[in-house]
Nanobody, 122 residues
Framework: QVHVLESGGGPVQAGGSLRLSCAASGRTFSMYAMGWFRQAPGKEREFVAAIRKIDGRTLYADSVKGRFTISGDNAKNTMYLQMNSLKPEDTAIYYC???????????????WGQGTQVTVSS
């Protein structure tokens, strides 16, 4: 079992920045990748970014490419999402996920956090 816990969300004005963190614990040696997803009210959960643990390769959704950066610290079992140039449409609950697949798809991840709210005001 792997447990993941997000932190770092909050309110921010458009154009501003936030950094989210995700700390993993438990059987972290079984994790192959970690990812960030988000869900806005009335919408489905969508992929944001993912990072492969073994070599740090990354994937990004087109909507965040060039503005968000995903990174990881294997020694701390922690993943980060640096979000710059935030837009009101980035407002959502952001979820951390971990699992045995490096993927853009929700179903590919086995473990999920409770989420952290990011609210971007115009």
């Amino acid at each position: 079992q792997v447990h993941v816990l997000e932190s770092g969300g909050g309110p921010v004005q458009a154009g501003g920045s936030l950094r989210l963190s995700c700390a993993a614990s438990g059987r972290t040696f079984s994790m192959y990748a970690m990812g960030w997803f988000r869900q806005a009210p009335g919408k489905e959960r969508e992929f944001v970014a993912a990072i492969r643990k073994i070599d740090g390769r990354t994937l990004y959704a087109d909507s965040v490419k060039g503005r968000f950066t995903i990174s990881g610290d294997n020694a701390k079992n922690t993943m980060y999402l640096q979000m710059n140039s935030l837009k009101p449409e980035d407002t959502a609950i952001y979820y951390c996920a971990a699992g045995s697949n490096w993927s853009r798809y929700v179903y590919a991840y086995d473990y999920w956090g409770q989420g952290t709210q990011v609210t971007v005001s115009s």
